[in-house]
Nanobody, 118 residues
Framework: VQLQASGGGWVQAGGSLRLSCLAS????????MGWFRQAAGQEREFVGN????????FIKPSMKGRFAISVGDVKNTVYLHLNILTPEDTAVYYC????????????WGQGTLVTVSS
């Protein structure tokens, strides 16, 4: 299983980006798809996830209202929608997947860099 995150780039504060996570296999093989981020010198931070069997999503409260997760219209893809970005959102964003909701995230993408300028 491979996950490929893409869509990062440079954006001015207040702007938006849509990140994509493309899985090499059907999303039906996973229970959760999650997004994480890691800023330079900081620990990895959970952003949110989506329950693929049902479509329920969760965004970390501090990011709720600005970020959203959805299943993509492209096959085997999950999106992370980033809105009203601030320089504090600058980080490498990673997608991850787990086959069982009770377990840890097993599969990880390589990360995509988001840089927000003030």
């Amino acid at each position: 299983v491979q996950l490929q995150a893409s869509g990062g780039g440079w954006v001015q504060a207040g702007g938006s980006l849509r990140l994509s996570c493309l899985a090499s296999t059907s999303l039906s093989n996973f229970d959760h798809m999650g997004w994480f981020r890691q800023a330079a010198g900081q620990e990895r931070e959970f952003v949110g996830n989506i329950v693929l069997r049902g479509g329920t999503s969760f965004i970390k409260p501090s990011m709720k209202g600005r970020f959203a997760i959805s299943v993509g219209d492209v096959k085997n893809t999950v999106y992370l929608h980033l809105n009203i970005l601030t320089p504090e959102d600058t980080a490498v964003y990673y997608c991850a997947a787990k086959p069982d909701y009770r377990g840890d995230y097993v599969y990880w993408g390589q990360g995509t860099l988001v840089t927000v300028s003030s």
